[in-house]
């Protein structure tokens, strides 16, 4: 079995070297084309396309080929991602080759193109349209001549575009961005439409931390029961040591009989009482030096509130008592916790 061939070797410098000042002057040349881009759009034009979206009584599909394609890929994710439509990418030429079977009359086709010329959107048009869907277009090319995508759509968004900010003119590295930005924004407008609520984005992002931030509460992350570090406030701090470091809380959870919350002790505590009572810490009740009056939480807050109230002002606590509304001891939610929850 031969060798993998060596890379060619590159002479010192030939890779060259980043000039912060042309740089900058690339970032504001990019400014301008967007600018151009906002100062220009055709915003009944946008409104119009966003309209078809929201009515839309069957599926949206999105296509495009190329960097276009990335950029209709990314849009049916984010639209699907919301859960009040459903989208998908179609691809093309998969489209042509049994994938548009997936269109029934009455669905959307939204096609994205720079020019408007592509070749294989161009002979999607009629295959789609004998399945009775609607077709949009959004495109940059300003000659309607040169532009015969926008002629055989029901809809078409002129995307107003300056120039590629590619030194040749030709990588689609400013009118990418449009297509982004014009997508973006249309799906913003159709949240606020359909009044998408907290609950509703976060049944669909069930996982990573936009969805636990938004879904997981206090008790659902909370310990409970055996794993609770409880006392009684008449019982001894130094007969409470193995309670208080056993069960990782950093903390004793003073109860009285009905589990009632009476206040905190911690080992902060422990080491400001050590540091200023000395033996006498040995002659000392857990109620003598416990805090009676500690932040709580209800188990059906925010696990996110629940981390909020941690770091808030005077001072940051690592802990939290779980109470119900007669302030019973249920659980206890601790930062630690929170972390390897992935909140």
């Not at 966003?50 to 999105?62: N, Y």
Request: charged residues 20%.
């Amino acid at each position: 079995m031969g060798s993998l061939p060596l890379p060619l070797a590159h002479s010192p410098g030939s890779a060259g070297k980043i000039d912060a000042g042309e740089l900058c002057l690339l970032f504001q040349a990019q400014r301008c084309h967007l600018e151009h881009f906002f100062d220009h759009l055709d915003i009944s034009q946008a409104a119009g396309f966003a309209q078809a979206l929201l009515d839309a009584p069957g599926a949206i599909f999105f296509s495009g080929v190329g960097k276009s394609g990335i950029v209709a890929q990314k849009l049916a994710q984010t639209l699907a991602s919301l859960g009040f439509a459903r989208a998908a990418f179609l691809h093309p030429v998969d489209a042509l080759h049994g994938d548009i079977g997936a269109i029934f009359s009455g669905d959307i086709l939204a096609l994205f193109s720079k020019s408007g010329a592509s070749d294989e959107l161009l002979a999607l048009v009629p295959c789609a349209r004998a399945k009775g869907a609607r077709l949009l277009s959004v495109t940059s090319a300003a000659e309607s001549g040169t532009n015969p995508l926008a002629a055989l759509c029901d809809v078409n968004v002129h995307l107003p575009l300056q120039r590629e900010l590619c030194p040749f003119g030709l990588a689609p590295l400013t009118s990418a961005a449009i297509q982004m930005v014009f997508g973006d924004t249309i799906v913003a407008a159709l949240m606020a439409a359909r009044r998408l609520t907290r609950d509703q984005y976060a049944a669909n992002h069930p996982a990573g931390k936009i969805g636990k931030s938004l879904i997981f509460k206090v008790k659902d992350v909370m310990k409970k029961k055996e794993d609770l570090p409880l006392c009684k406030e008449k019982d001894m701090i130094m007969d409470q040591l193995t309670e208080l470091t056993s069960k990782g809380c950093g903390c004793l959870l003073v109860v009285d009989e009905m589990f009632h919350l009476i206040g905190t002790f911690t080992d902060g505590d422990l080491r400001r009482t050590l540091k200023a009572s000395g033996a006498a810490i040995f002659n000392l009740t857990v109620g003598e030096m416990c805090n009676r009056n500690p932040r709580t939480i209800s188990p059906d807050a925010m696990a996110v509130e629940a981390m909020q109230k941690m770091e808030s002002p005077p001072s940051a606590v690592q802990f939290l008592p779980v109470v119900d509304e007669h302030n019973i001891v249920i659980g206890i939610i601790t930062l630690h916790g929170l972390v390897s929850a992935g909140l």
